[in-house]
């Protein structure tokens, strides 16, 4: 008898056990949201969860949208299933029905992946101030890469460009060896410029100057089309375009000791995805201050000497 009741107890204990990994199980995002993050409340069981772009959401998660101007929309069952709530239809509970399938539990565990990644690039953009990098001169981290130079992919195709610090108007020029390919003035710190074409095996240097005469040098290498790292294979699923193109650029973003940064940020400049927006200015700031000043980007310690670079590094050769 004693032994029945335990075996009753242990089946008992598996059950609410199978069911609260049921609960935790990660299913989809929040999306996109209206207004502030107080205008709606994620609770967890007993805890409340913050309200931010692609937060994830669990079974079990209730979403409640507190006033009737806003609404938020989520994305669930790994991508494939959109919800709107609004004040009318909350608070709104993510049931079993959200589900992963399996038939997408590659492409749900390469997503979240890239989700983790994204919160990791744009939390620290937030912890920045962008007067910091003010306060460091002309800086351009997009091209500040010190563990290998910046990749760009080949083609005729226009070139954008960040960067922070310095006095408007600048001045931009991008040459190839010794051949000046572009002048271009700019009143703020970010261009795009007209349709250029760039030759793979072939290294690029790009030249700010303020009004102030200070200088920054960067430079860039192109690679064919076809060495530029894809995770398509992965992406053969469903996935909204907007996060499917957000989370490419932070997969291709973080490959190769973060080289193809100055590419991944290209694919973001289009977007009105405000996830997108987030990973570009994130992007653009670089992913840590020691960055700022390397091996392929610097400002030149030395208005009068220009072929010298910050720790003496000279400007990436050029092919």
């Not at 056990?17 to 299913?27: G, N």
């Not at 939390?123 to 003010?134: A, E, I, M, R, V």
């Amino acid at each position: 008898m004693k032994t029945i009741k335990k075996l009753c107890f242990c089946i008992v204990l598996l059950g609410e056990l199978l069911t609260t990994c049921a609960i935790a199980q990660e299913v989809g995002w929040v999306n996109h949201f209206d207004g502030e993050p107080e205008s709606y409340l994620i609770t967890r069981g007993d805890k409340t969860v913050p309200v931010a772009f692609l937060t994830m959401l669990n079974v079990g998660d209730e979403i409640t949208v507190n006033n009737k101007q806003h609404r938020i929309d989520l994305t669930l069952r790994g991508g494939t299933q959109s919800v709107k709530v609004t004040h009318e239809n909350s608070p709104f509970q993510v049931d079993n029905t959200s589900q992963v399938p399996t038939s997408l539990n590659a492409l749900w565990t390469w997503t979240k992946q890239q989700i983790s990644e994204w919160h990791k690039f744009t939390q620290q953009f937030k912890s920045k101030k962008t007067g910091n990098l003010d306060s460091n001169g002309l800086t351009m981290p997009l091209l500040a890469n010190i563990k290998g130079p910046a990749i760009f992919g080949e083609g005729k195709r226009r070139l954008h460009l960040q960067w922070y610090g310095g006095k408007s108007p600048y001045k931009i020029q991008i040459k190839q060896h010794r051949k000046l390919l572009l002048t271009q003035i700019s009143y703020t710190s970010v261009i795009e410029t007209e349709s250029m074409p760039f030759k793979a095996g072939k290294s690029y240097r790009v030249v700010v100057t303020d009004a102030k005469n200070e200088v920054f040098i960067g430079g860039f290498r192109v690679v064919a089309i076809a060495k530029i790292p894809s995770s398509l294979e992965t992406l053969q699923g469903n996935l909204p375009d907007n996060i499917r193109e957000t989370l490419q650029a932070t997969w291709l973003a973080t490959q190769q000791e973060n080289n193809w940064v100055l590419e991944a940020y290209q694919l973001l400049v289009k977007s009105k995805y405000l996830p997108a927006q987030l990973l570009k200015d994130a992007l653009a700031q670089g992913e840590e201050s020691q960055t700022l000043r390397g091996i392929r980007g610097y400002k030149t310690p030395n208005r009068r000497d220009k072929t010298l670079g910050i720790r003496g590094h000279k400007p990436p050769d050029e092919g």
